[in-house]
């Protein structure tokens, strides 16, 4: 068997208390690599001040978010310079918004890469699934308070790749997930099956248990009635979490992006039965989109979901980031899309404007914000009778650049209204990746007034409309005097009822 050994250094650290961690950390050499070279970064126009970024190299899936004895961990796939196969990466919270670094912590060997997966968390420990490529899927346990050492169960992928010249298996060894139900652990594995027109493949999770990690048994495909995804999807990076009275799968497809189902999980016959499906995204991807999820309960009935968005231009020495942490709740079939309350905390130096009028089809620009390009904005605007009204934001003095939030109320399907965030003149920078707008379905009540909360980092910008969708995009302004608002009412007068401004601080200082 192939030595897949790590090039990157590994540290081994205390377990028995909190401080004895931190004082190895304190002094650490690869955790003092990595807080050197984000503060090498800190003069980056476009690297965000209060998403998180890690801190070398590059970045791509977010995996196995989770809240363990008091603090939130994020892992990551990481590519760390000397070794570019993908490790997992791994940063800790008290708030789900103030990030800090911690080193590697799960290195490939017997597998040749640490691909996407998901945690769970017990009582005494955290329990880390994940696909490794070559080997299989593989599963890691940590109990250390802040979860820095993990060992691999039987050090060998526990659902260990079909062989390649053995009979075909009924199922595909990939990125997996985990829970447990009545004392026994389950995992799904994603691909896909050939269940769509003339065979073409649809998404597919498959379903597997065990009773004590090492072993597990195939049981069959685990979702049932699902009328939503496409052909041609997969169902990569699952996460499957009870939410409120329902039961929703997080996942990906290398086609269409991130999305959900919601459904009933049926214990008896282990299959979850589908009665809604929507998506995180409205358009491709990449560049400039949402990518894989990450998710973990709350607490409290919903779901704490996390994104990484890929680039939409070059970046010296780093490349994606991750979204902003939302809460997501259900009523029936409706998802409810929150920013995490903690973002709040960031806010400094409020402004507030008077609600004002819309004059039709004309441009009401407003101050420059204090903040510049990391900003939250809160607004409320009753659209009347108007078919589309706007709101511009890293708008340059003359309009050269600018982002447009769009609201259009009946334009949808079913007589439903629509949102869209238009990145088409963003920048003027000439290696800037066009995107189409991005424009996702908003069910507004007949009378209901549009809420916005805008969120404004440098290269991103993410809106949550009336608790209910978020549209999330990577921009680049080119010219430092893109950061102005403005708003705009076709057709007939509307009105701004509320404005409040924010800046917003970093979380890095």
Known sequence: MEDYTSLVPYYTFPTDTLEAQEAALADNP?????????KGYAGDP??????????????????GLCFWQGRWHLFYQAYPPEDTRQHWGHAVSDDLVRWRDLPYCIYPNPERCCYSGAALVEEDRVIAMYHGTVAGNMVAVSSDPLLLNWEKVTGQAVIPMPPKDGPPAP????DPCIWKKDGVYYSLSAGTKPT???????RA????????????????????DDDYTLVGDDGACPYFWPIGDRHILLFFSHMSGPQYLIGDYDTDRDKFVITYGAKFNFGAYKPSGLHAPSATPDGEGGLVAIFNMNHGKPTQGWNQIMSLPRRLTVDGDDLYQEPVE???????????????????NREVVLPAPEGGNTMEFEVEIDPGSSPMVEMNVLRSPDREEFTRIAFYRGRGFHGGSLLSVDTSYASTAPDVLSRAPETAPLALEENETLKLRVFVDRSVVEVFANGRQCVALRVYPDRPDSTGVSFRSQGVDSRVRSLRAYRMKSIWT
């Open 30 to 38: 690869l955790l003092q690599r990595l807080n050197a070279s984000r």
């Open 46 to 63: 476009h690297r965000p001040a209060y998403h998180y970024v890690n801190p070398e190299a590059m970045l791509n899936d977010p995996n």
């Open 171 to 174: 199922y595909n060894v990939f």
């Open 196 to 202: 769509g027109p003339a065979g073409k493949k649809r």
């Open 205 to 224: 999770n498959y379903l597997f248990r065990s009773e004590d990690l090492a072993k597990w048994t195939y049981l069959h495909p685990f979702v049932e």
């Open 342 to 360: 903690a973002l709040e905390s960031l806010r400094e130096a409020p402004v507030r404007f008077d609600g004002f009028n819309l004059p039709a």
